[in-house]
């Protein structure tokens, strides 16, 4: 049996059952990981995720922003982006399934394994954060988006603030904050807050004063492995400990595959890239 974990796939299905066939990915032995974002800017968002809902036991998915969207769409909360590619999803007979089986996917997994695991988000970890925090605030927001008040949440999920973490926080304050930590989050200010303007890759915002969310100097320790994705201008980063598996797919990169029992990564270039 061998642990599979993904990169942002996008809607690159081609790309995707390519590169599962070049390791030889068996759902009856293996099992997928997702780091989150497998809908939107590629061109077969409906056939991901039919591949992961029909998958079953053997893929594990965390929700990434533009899963959140598209439920947020199928809400009638937002309109579709121009640019994503969810129609197909609104208008399918099996939408309702999918959707359901989405709206109950985690914000975090911790997964055990000989070496100690991993923790799996689709953005990363809040720097503010010790693992009982992380695990605790997920599961906050993830109990809301398997209740009847999941439209309520999407509808006044959409802010920038607050942009610091502070365990008295409460309401929509609190849950935006741990939304936007969990799926959107790319750079910090020096002392942990939130930055969710800047999409650049670290070299080129090091005038700003802004760092990565794993480089703030007072980052929790979570002595565990964190796998995420999320920030394509990334290009994937491997460090120890540290997994960043987005590498551009759908923008016209590459669909980064680790495999964690060895941690050898394979890579294959986009069939499609988003225009």
Not at 95 to 122: E, K
Not at 128 to 155: G, M, P
């Amino acid at each position: 049996m061998a642990t599979y974990l993904v990169g942002d796939i996008h809607g690159c299905e081609r790309t995707l059952r390519a590169l599962l066939t070049q390791v030889d990915f068996s759902p009856d032995k293996d099992i997928l990981y997702s780091v989150g974002d497998l809908v939107a800017r590629g061109p077969d968002s409906l056939s991901v995720l039919r591949f992961f809902y029909q998958l079953g036991d053997a893929a594990r998915v965390v929700l990434g922003n533009h899963d959140l969207h598209l439920l947020a769409v199928a809400h009638g909360i937002k309109p579709v982006k121009g640019k994503d590619n969810t129609q197909p999803i609104l208008d399918a007979p099996d939408r309702d399934q999918l959707l359901g089986w989405l709206s109950q996917q985690p914000l975090l997994m911790d997964v055990a394994a000989s070496d100690g695991g991993f923790l799996l988000a689709h953005a990363g970890i809040s720097p503010q954060w010790d693992k009982k925090t992380a695990v605790a605030c997920a599961n906050e927001v993830e109990a809301i988006l398997r209740s009847n008040e999941q439209r309520w949440l999407l509808e006044n999920m959409y802010a920038d603030s607050p942009d610091q973490w502070d365990p008295t926080l409460t309401g929509l304050a609190r849950y935006r904050y741990i939304i936007n930590s969990f799926t959107r989050m790319r750079f910090c200010f020096p002392d942990g807050r939130l930055d969710m303007q800047c999409k650049l890759p670290p070299s080129q915002a090091a005038d700003s004063g802004l760092l990565p969310w794993f480089e703030v100097p007072a980052r929790q320790p979570l002595d565990q492995s964190v796998v995420f994705g999320h920030w394509a201008a990334l290009n994937g980063t491997i460090q120890p400990k540290l997994y960043g598996l987005d590498t551009g797919c759908v923008w016209g990169g590459k669909l980064t595959l680790l495999r964690w029992e060895d941690k050898a990564c394979f890579t294959l270039a986009a069939e499609n890239s988003a225009t």
